[in-house]
């Protein structure tokens, strides 16, 4: 019964509804929720650092109730994205409803749509990765999917990962070079792999290609069903979307970097090179995403069963309000700083950017 608590996921869901629905006042509900009440709750709670047993983990892994939970936030998120197409068509919502409208669906493609695509992306299923694909779609982030899973997380923490942010760089300078080298990197990434299997670059075999292709035509498609105000809505609400991933990017791996062996290679990926938190709003809402650092540690690994390290370093309080904290560098270089020094007094192998 474990799985129960992830039903509180689907609190997201009904919320950013609620924002696209009551208008008005109330589609500013999704971002007061995910950035004023969550964090307000998890100030005032330590989360656990209690992991499942070997038997428990085993149980977890095979128990399809969790996969099912994940699966089903894929039509939400397409539900929600062609109502929120329909609510700022509306040409009786005044600007600023629809402005609460774009960044309460922006956050559900963040939180939601890529949050949940990376987790499924993760997995080896065709019918998963296809789902992880849809989702990355409908926040114009499809490239992700091969960035993250062949680039980001063989270079993590070192400097040639665009999404890695350095020791004293701020969040707004981290978004134009993660944005940017992300998607690039993506490019020759996908060259590589058709030129070792001897396919064309010029071809649907190059998946980047594909990629551009389906996004061009959701962008052209929203244009002739609705008009060209609304396809600038969504391509708002992209935006805040893939910036909210960025932003999380940004505060995973702050500060922390893997040392050099010899001239070409890193040392391992460990626990040490992730910032982890265990807060327990936050670890549900973003579906484990927070234990970061067994993650990269074991990407294979489903959320339901990623663990805490006491070696890995803990952020001072949940995702939520790490991203608030990120916003305001010299706030987020004062906090995050100290516990750089603080984690390099007692643990071994951090080094900094």
């Known amino acids: 019964m474990k799985y129960l608590k992830y039903i509180f996921v689907f609190v997201s869901p009904i919320i ?128 992700f999917f091969i960035e993250h899973n062949r680039g980001h997380h063989k270079n993590v923490s070192t400097d040639e990962d665009p999404a ?16 940017i080298y992300s998607w690039i990197s993506a490019w020759h990434l996908e060259k590589e792999r058709l030129r070792k299997t001897g396919q064309s670059f010029w071809s649907y075999h190059n998946e980047m290609l594909d990629y551009q292709v389906i996004q061009a035509a959701i962008v052209i498609s929203i244009f002739f069903v609705f008009d060209w105000q609304v396809m600038c809505w969504f ?52 579906l484990e995403l927070t234990r970061h650092s067994d993650h990269h540690y074991m990407a294979s690994r489903k959320y339901q069963v990623l663990r805490h390290f006491d ?6 309080t949940g995702y939520p309000g790490m991203i608030l904290l990120a916003f305001i560098p010299p706030l987020w270089f004062y906090v995050m700083h100290k516990q750089i020094d603080k984690y390099r007094a007692t643990k071994e192998g951090v080094a900094l950017a």
């Open 16 to 143: 950013v509804f609620i924002s696209l629905y009551k208008a008005g006042i109330w589609s500013f509900l999704a971002p007061v929720y995910v950035f004023m009440m969550i964090p307000a709750f998890e100030f005032f709670m330590k989360g656990t650092t209690e992991n499942m047993s070997k038997v428990e983990e085993e149980i977890a892994k095979n128990d399809k109730i969790y996969d099912y939970i994940i699966w089903l936030l894929v039509p939400i998120q397409v539900f929600l994205m062609g109502y929120f197409l329909y609510r700022v068509s509306d040409v009786s919502f005044v600007w600023w409803e629809k402005i609460g409208m774009l960044i309460s669906f922006g956050i559900s493609s963040g939180a939601l749509g890529i949050n949940a695509a990376h987790e499924l992306g993760h997995r080896n299923t065709k019918h998963e990765q296809l789902m992880s694909k849809i989702l990355l779609a409908t926040t114009m982030y499809m490239h």
């Open 164 to 179: 890695s942010s350095r020791y004293g760089e701020s969040l707004y300078a981290f978004y134009f070079r993660s944005v």
């Open 235 to 286: 391509l708002g609400s992209s935006t805040i979307g893939f910036l909210l991933l960025e932003t999380v990017n940004y505060i995973e791996h702050y500060g922390l970097k893997r040392k050099k062996v010899g001239d070409a290679y890193y040392e391992k990926v460990m626990p040490i090179h992730s910032w982890n938190s265990n807060h327990t709003l936050g670890r549900i809402l973003l």
């Open 311 to 316: 070696d890995s370093p803990q952020m001072p």
